[in-house]
């Protein structure tokens, strides 16, 4: 009994919904709370609307009795009338409702959509470019000059240790961190830079509520904020060939410190006897 | 029978008869066939998904490109074979012309190409799985540049161009077919056949035939500029500096910069007419089944017909619905989610009317709820179930996150796959009587409803939770990945149960058909006491004086005037 | 029979195109067969060889309907692709657009387009005349298929000279060293072209059944109906290529 009662707050929750990891985006609350109300609204209507179908179904009408006299036809006809006309009152009110309903819906979706999507990220945001390849997710970190390096199509070469393409003789890409995990600081945002060498794939990380197609040609950005650290997976969500499933990393959030360590620890050392 | 009757039922049986009411059996046999192996398609896929290393008889264990196979075949056939064949040319073929009180259709020769071209297209597709490499694996949308460029993948060389070949044709076929219907529609209602007394069944076919003219032809236009990327080195849809399998594509020349998001826009303008392709003549089916069952007249003919047109205008409006995070503005997703909001409206109003019918309540002097009218409930049960979770995908922010998981594959398959089928087997054991002159079997008709509701809810329901965990589509296994993923597995083992229980119960309607046809109760001339036209025999001339659904008059004899009788007994 | 059963010749009664049933000259569809057709005064009667030739126009317009929609999707492909550049390693915009200077034959042949739409109009309008079709109607020979039969050759000789004209155009491209792969702006140039091309083939085709046709078929309806419809697909494929000319021509 007491299980009950505890877990009455948790359905009664509108910040969790079932089923759904755990969020750890800053923008992800938001999100959760319009799925949750969605979700129950719309099952409320589900089962109203099947209650109904069900309810019909016992109802049953007396058989129509051929009147003797016209004065109790036509009573009868009034009264079929009446019902009839209460039928299309409730229905359409029961419309306008439902319309009322779905306004709500897509503005309060939208609003969120728009503070999300509409602008890029501010410019202080962290820059990442994540690249997808068949059938691996790359990730590349500018490293300390802040810029990213040249990259050419024709020097991708996964197995030689060049999967993005990296034009070695650009200084810029000497310092840039290739890695094969995403590691982010909490708290900062972080604006992806999402591109792709061959196919179409989807980029998704559901514990930050994020997916983007990555489309080859066309780069492009997203940008979000995770604020719980964590290891969030990161799937692949557009199939993209034989190897789709397993096209799967993973988010670190880490503090801002480990964060930094990492980068550090990752930087490249510089070859012996390149120029600059 | 006479020996004239003999010969020209003969006739009738030709191979490339232009007989309407053959080429539409014929039509709904080639969508049982699809049917059928899109089934077992789809319950190899279930079976690989939580078992990977099974070997299956005969094939051997399942690669992951054969999996992806398996599912973009499945789609295709479904889509294409099963729910824009029966409904729209099967049921229209067969019933369209009877119901206007027509002789036949505008032009029949071209019913029987349309048929004939319809079988080649099927031919084609399934010789895809028996060329080198394997059917296609890019998902029955087929997505560029990965449907553009052979090396991308298993089954994208001749695998690849025998789909678009195939659907090339069908397209052909189809809008044929849409010509044959409206002129029919237009031009050949018999004598007092306004628009306004057409049974709703036609208006649905008058504004699916519009769609497909529409539609059809986009997406003939979209397979040709795909088969020419790929043959004759053109840059619709692939971009420079592709790298495939570590080999540098040019397309012979630096300039073919081609974009994929061309292809989502020109399929999908396609692809959202489409499904209300698939679902419009359910739904003229379920409102013309609901007043013959309840015995009481459509409520609101003209609000439905209202509807009907919205929804067919409307559906043509909405396609970036399914393109929300695939890298288009995001100005053009509010533009589109707004449209999208907007068609649920039409949509509602017509669950509202017919629940409204429901509410009249019935007269249980008829039969009280034959197998045609449960089956029409369960369309009505199903439809509001996967129409419910159409406006939070039309939410883009929603969307972002449910995407190409498995609550949009729960979506579509309550909406489609099973509101869709429930509505053909309420049309085939409702309109059994005029195929083969006999009833259906009522006990095995119940066991089949009962079996298949409770078969598909458990299929198809717990996806949504699948989909909320975030599992995205087109996952050959769940083992050995994150373990979001691989905590899933009980749930998707208790689908795949599920979805064997609902491919058997299926059996039950096989063999319903098979031992009706020629052991099954002869049925009247009129078994469901119907109103339209299609149930009137042997018409010497037809002149309609009344609306379809006249239910509730009573006379001496019977409880509604058909279209066509002069006057009712009474009064 | 349910009525779902095509009811065959035997079953109904079919009339005689002879005296008695309706010659095809009346312009304007009233009731066929009978004077109390005519329910709700809907101008259309039933089965009269007027309303024949409706339902054939009927089903050639909504073929071209949806063939317009096939050309709209190339169209939309067009601009789409002319506005889609890429970015290059610096991630500045890059169009990559090449418009090509349409060969000045382009118009001779638009000119010859528009010259056989006139032809074909000239032949149509000879299969309606109604003092011939009376004639041929009651069997008296065939005045309005020798009026228009030179009519019909005329055009498809003009088609052809339109198809040549475009096969020279190409050559002109070619010859400038711009193929159908050069680059995107020459792909839908060849494609815009020869699917219409394509199309104005089958036309041609089509002109040299109706002539065939206009030999071989015994009825004077179903001769105007095949030179009906030949010459309504023959001018909604010289409107395509006016709207697709002048795409080409200023919208590069």
Known sequence: MSAIVGLIPLALSTDRVWWMPSNGALHGLAIDRLMWWNLAVLSALFLLAHILLIAALFRSRPLKQRHSDDQREEESRDRRRKVSDKLW??????????????????????????????????????????????????????????????????????????????????????????SSTLVLPAGREVDLDLRSIDV???????????????VPGMPMHVHFTPSTPGDYSILCSQVCGLGHARMQTHLRVVSNEEYLTWLASHAPKPVEGATR | MSLQLQQTMQRRRGLFTTDHRTIGIRYLLLSLLAVAIGTVLSLFMRIHIVSPDLKLPLFGQIPPEGYLALVTMHGTLMVFFVLTTAPVNGFASLILPAQIGAQRMAFPLLNAIAFWLTTLSLAVLLGAFFV?????????????????IAAAGPGQATGMDLWLVSIGIFCFASILSAINMLTTIVSKRCQGMTLLRMPLTVWSWLVTAVLILFAFSILFAAVVLLLSDRHLAT?????????????????????????PMLWLHLFWFFGHPEVYIAVLPAMGLTSSLLANFTRRPVFGYRFMVTTTLLIGVFGLLVWGHHMFVSGMN?????????????????????????????????????????????????????????????????QPILDAYLHNTYFVVAHFHLIMAMAGAFSL???????????????????????????????????????????LAGQPRHYAQLAGSTSTLSSLIPLQTGITHSALFLAGAQLLFLINLAWSARRGQPAGENPWQATTLEWASDLAECKVVRGPYEYGFHTNTQDFVMQYAVEPEEE | ??????????????????????????????????????????????????????????????????????????????????????????????????????????????????????????????????VDVMEEWLGLGRPAVRRASPWLI?????????????WIAWQQLESQGLFFASNQNSHFFYLITATHGIHLVLGIIALAVALCALFLLRRVEMRQVVVDCTAWYWHTMGIFWVFLFFLLTCFQ
């Open chain 2, 425 to 467: 087997f309420a049309a085939v054991y409702y309109w059994f009587p005029l195929m083969t002159g006999r009833l259906m079997n009522e006990t095995l008709g119940k066991w089949h409803f009962w079996l298949s509701l409770i078969g598909a809810y458990g299929t198809f329901f717990p996806m949504h939770f699948a989909g």
């Open chain 1, 89 to 178: 009152k409730s229905e359409l009110i029961l419309l306008f409702a439902l319309t009322l309903l779905y306004t709500w819906m897509a503005i309060s979706a939208q609003r969120l959509w728009a503070t999300i999507r509409y602008q890029g990220a501010a410019p202080q945001a962290l820059q990442v470019e994540v690249t997808g390849e068949q059938f691996q997710w790359y990730f590349r970190y500018p490293g300390a000059d802040a810029a990213f390096g040249l990259t050419r199509p024709e020097l991708i070469n996964a197995p030689a240790g060049n999967p993005l393409g990296l034009d070695r003789t650009d200084p810029h890409s000497t310092d840039d961190i290739v």
């Open chain 2, 330 to 394: 995001p100005y053009a997703g509010t533009a589109f989610a707004l449209m999208t909001m907007a068609i649920a409206i039409p949509s509602s109003g017509k669950v509202l009317g017919w629940l409204a019918m429901l509410l009249r309540g019935r007269d249980s002097r008829v039969h009280p709820l034959p197998t045609p009218m449960l089956f029409t409930l369960g369309f009505l049960s199903f439809f509001i179930a996967g129409g419910l979770t159409g406006p939070i995908l039309a």
């Open chain 2, 132 to 148: 080198p490499g394997g059917a296609p694996i890019s998902g029955w949308t087929n997505y560029p540049p990965l449907s553009a």
């Open chain 3, 154 to 166: 005329a055009t498809a000789l003009l088609g052809a000279l339109f198809i040549d004209g475009q």
């Open chain 2, 235 to 259: 840059g619709f849809f692939v971009p420079t500096g592709e790298v495939i399998n570590g080999l540098l594509l040019d397309n012979a020349n630096p300039h073919a910069n081609g974009s």
């Open chain 3, 1 to 130: 029979m349910p009525a779902t059963f095509t009811r065959t010749p035997t079953d109904i009664e079919r009339k005689d195109p002879g005296i008695g049933g309706k010659p095809p000259v009346d312009r304007r569809p009233t009731g066929g067969g009978g004077g109390d057709d005519n329910w709700d005064n809907h101008p259309q009667g039933r089965r009269g060889p007027r309303e024949l030739l409706t339902r054939y126009r009927l089903g050639l317009f909504f073929a071209l309907a949806g063939d317009l929609m096939f050309f709209i999707a190339l169209v939309g492909a067009f601009f789409v692709r002319q506005n889609a550049g890429h970015f290059d390693p610096r991630d500045n915009y890059v169009s990559d657009w090449h418009p090509l200077a349409v060969p000045p034959i382009l118009w001779i042949n638009t000119a010859v387009l528009l010259l056989s739409s006139g032809t074909i109009e000239i032949a149509r309008r000879h299969l309606f005349h109604e």
């Open chain 1, 200 to 214: 179409i794939h989807g980029f998704f990380i559901p514990g930050m509520r994020l997916k983007q197609n990555a």
